[in-house]
């Protein structure tokens, strides 16, 4: 749904989103907040903070594809991604 968003959080073993439709946000700790698009694939390395989402005003639907193991949980959420983060978006 536009607007919809994750938690800040990371991957042991990292994580590779697709686009299938619509228009996304992403943000890496520390980084500029970068326009993701459909067909786009983004990859996420391990141990890395970060959130992605749909735009303010666009729907955004994704397939994630997480690694895990027997040793590694396969996500650790951290705090929200805050309204003010969001909206700091460029223009797309």
Do not use: C, K
């Amino acid at each position: 749904m536009p607007g919809a968003r994750t938690h800040w959080h990371w991957h042991p073993l990292g994580q590779t989103v697709f686009v299938t439709e619509g228009i996304g946000l992403r943000q890496r700790r520390g980084g500029p907040i970068e326009v993701i698009r459909r067909d786009d694939r983004v990859l996420f390395e391990a141990d890395e903070e970060y959130w992605h989402g749909a735009a303010p005003n666009r729907l955004m639907v994704h397939l994630a594809i997480d690694e895990g193991d027997h040793a590694h949980d396969v996500v650790h959420r951290l705090t929200p991604v805050t309204d003010a983060e969001h909206s700091a978006a460029p223009a797309f």
